[in-house]
C-alpha cells in the first residue's frame, strides 16, 4: 500500500478526482472542508489508536461519497451505498484488495443514523472524526428557531460550541 508520501499523494488525488465527479450531489455539511477536516482528525485518532492508515485514510476521503438529501426516501442508506460506491472506485483504481472490506466497513459504520456497529478500529476511528457534523449543525440551530427566547437561548448554546471549535482549532493547528 501507500508506504511512501509520493504515493499518498498520488491517491489523495484519485479520491480527490472521485469526489469532484460526485460533488453535484453534495450539500453544504457534506463539502471539501468537511471531508478535510475528517480525513486529518481521522489521521490524527488513527495514530493515536494503532489503526491502520490503509483503511483509515480511503475511509475518511471516501465516506460522503454518496450524499442523499435530508427528505430523500432512502437517506438511512447513504452510508452503505457510499461503502458500495467506495468499493466499486477501490477496485477499479487497483487499490490493495486486502483492505477494502474493511475501508466498506467503516465507511458503511461512520454514520450513526445508518444503524451500522463500527466492529474494527479503524471503523470506530472515522466514526468518531465525523464528529464536525454535529457542531456544524448546532452553529445553524439560532436560525431555525421559531420564537425569539428560542433563539436567545440557542444562541448562547451556539456560543459555547462556537468556544469549543476554537479551542479544538488551535489543538488541531499544533500537531
Not at 475511509?59 to 430523500?72: E, F, R
Not at 471503523?123 to 464536525?132: F, P, R, T
Amino acid at each position: 500500500m501507500p508506504s511512501s508520501a509520493d504515493a499518498w499523494s498520488l491517491w489523495t488525488d484519485r479520491f480527490s478526482e472521485f469526489l469532484d465527479a460526485q460533488a453535484a450531489d453534495a450539500d453544504a455539511a457534506h463539502d471539501r472542508a468537511h471531508v478535510e477536516r475528517v480525513v486529518t482528525t481521522a489521521r490524527q485518532l488513527a495514530d493515536a489508536e494503532g489503526a491502520q492508515m490503509d483503511v483509515v485514510v480511503p475511509a475518511a476521503w471516501l465516506h460522503d461519497c454518496v450524499v442523499l438529501p435530508k427528505d430523500h426516501p432512502d437517506r438511512a442508506q447513504a452510508s452503505q451505498r457510499a461503502a458500495e460506491a467506495a468499493r466499486a472506485f477501490l477496485e477499479g483504481e487497483g487499490y490493495p484488495e486486502q483492505w477494502i472490506p474493511d475501508i466498506e466497513h467503516a465507511i458503511a459504520a461512520h454514520s450513526y443514523s445508518g444503524d451500522v456497529v463500527p466492529e474494527t478500529t479503524e471503523a470506530k476511528v472515522v466514526q468518531d472524526a465525523e464528529l464536525d457534523h454535529v457542531y456544524a449543525k448546532l452553529l445553524r440551530l439560532p436560525d431555525t428557531m421559531q420564537t425569539k427566547a428560542g433563539r436567545t437561548a440557542a444562541q448562547k448554546r451556539a456560543g459555547f460550541v462556537r468556544s469549543y471549535l476554537n479551542q479544538l482549532a488551535s489543538e488541531l493547528d499544533s500537531v
